[in-house]
């Protein structure tokens, strides 16, 4: 089975040729993270016209890595959501005139379940069932997933995600965009034990988590160095945030594999590239017997190829996923735990 995926939920324009029996194909991606930079975030307006201006021409490019011609396809999955609606329908509506013109059926699939599988692009992936640590963007939350399509959520933030700790510490700090990784490459020079931060509801009873008031902190001890604010303090600084982020979500994530009793962990998302955090993950869970994945780094942050895997795997278990092109929406609001099959377009 031969699946285009094509992902347009925020920054990033992707395409990837995904097949059940030879695994990835072909992919190909832009980053619009130059265009981003002069304006500190996404500016959506301009990167729902940069997905108009990319996305075919990258199709074409995963299609002759491929070596496939797009009459092959047996289905295109698009991302559905969650994301920025202008974002989100660009790559609906290619995939709706796409499928329309080769007559293939569409899959709608859930950005965040794209990064949830992403380790199953590995050579050595997991099995199920395992324990998932989601870090993308806006989202943080801790998953104990029995099989594909049964989520259930155990922990997630009540406020400011982990990316938008590290995004808008690092904006305080005065670094540019985006701020997760500049954050992460000044913290690798600094003492995290010069300043300390707070690590918010690390030992609540619950297995949610909160980042605003580490956020706060930041904006106050910066305040306090005023015109100090720079140098080494700036790296003392960037590495003590990094270092309470993190220690959050390795203690909860501790703490969830120690409740569900999974022997195996999943990493997933942007934020599943810092470094800081795999290691910390790396060193504490071996030692409870627990193996630990995380996806490569190419697929950590939006993709086209886990698009592609999801939207395959949807439509082996859920045939009835897939619907006629012509007739799709986006949704930049989507529960992840509600999925199953999911419902028809205007559903």
């Not at 324990?131 to 963007?137: E, K, P, R």
């Amino acid at each position: 089975m031969l699946v285009l995926g094509i992902e347009t939920s925020c920054d990033e324009t992707a395409a990837a040729l995904y097949d059940t029996r030879d695994g990835l194909l072909g992919h190909a991606l832009h980053s619009q993270v130059d265009m981003h930079q002069a304006y500190g975030g996404v500016v959506p307006e301009l990167a729902s016209r940069d997905h108009i201006r990319r996305l075919v021409p990258l199709i074409e490019a995963a299609r002759q890595q491929a070596g496939v011609s797009l009459q092959q396809l047996d289905a295109i999955a698009y991302t559905r959501g969650p994301g920025l609606a202008g974002a989100l329908l660009v790559g609906a509506g290619v995939a709706s005139a796409l499928g329309m013109a080769l007559g293939k059926p569409l899959i709608g699939v859930h950005h965040l379940e794209g990064h949830l599988l992403s380790p199953l692009l590995s050579a050595q992936p997991p099995d199920f069932p395992f324990l998932a640590l989601l870090v993308s963007g806006g989202h943080t939350m801790l998953l104990d997933v029995q099989d594909f399509g049964r989520y259930t959520l155990l922990g997630e933030t009540v406020d400011d995600a982990a990316g938008e700790a590290f995004d808008k510490s690092a904006k305080l700090l005065g670094l540019g965009y985006p701020g997760g990784p500049e954050l992460a490459r000044l913290a690798a020079t600094g003492n995290p034990r010069a300043f300390d931060l707070p690590r918010p509801k690390m030992h609540s009873p619950d297995l949610d988590f909160s980042f605003a008031g580490l956020k706060t902190a930041v904006l106050t001890r910066v305040r306090a160095l005023g015109a100090e604010a720079g140098g080494q303090h700036r790296a003392d600084l960037a590495a003590a945030a990094q270092d309470a982020i993190t220690d959050v979500l390795v203690h909860k994530t501790l703490r969830a594999q120690q409740a569900t009793g999974r022997n195996a962990v999943v990493v997933a998302g942007g934020v599943g590239a810092n470094r800081q955090l795999r290691a910390k993950l790396s060193a504490a869970l071996p030692q409870r017997g627990v193996r630990l994945f995380f996806p490569e780094l190419q697929w950590c942050g939006d993709n086209g190829a886990m698009i592609a895997l999801a939207g395959a795997m949807r439509l082996q278990h859920h045939p009835d996923s897939a619907h006629a092109a012509g007739a799709f929406d986006v949704l930049p609001r989507w529960d992840l735990t509600q999925l199953g099959p999911p419902p028809q377009p205007g559903g």
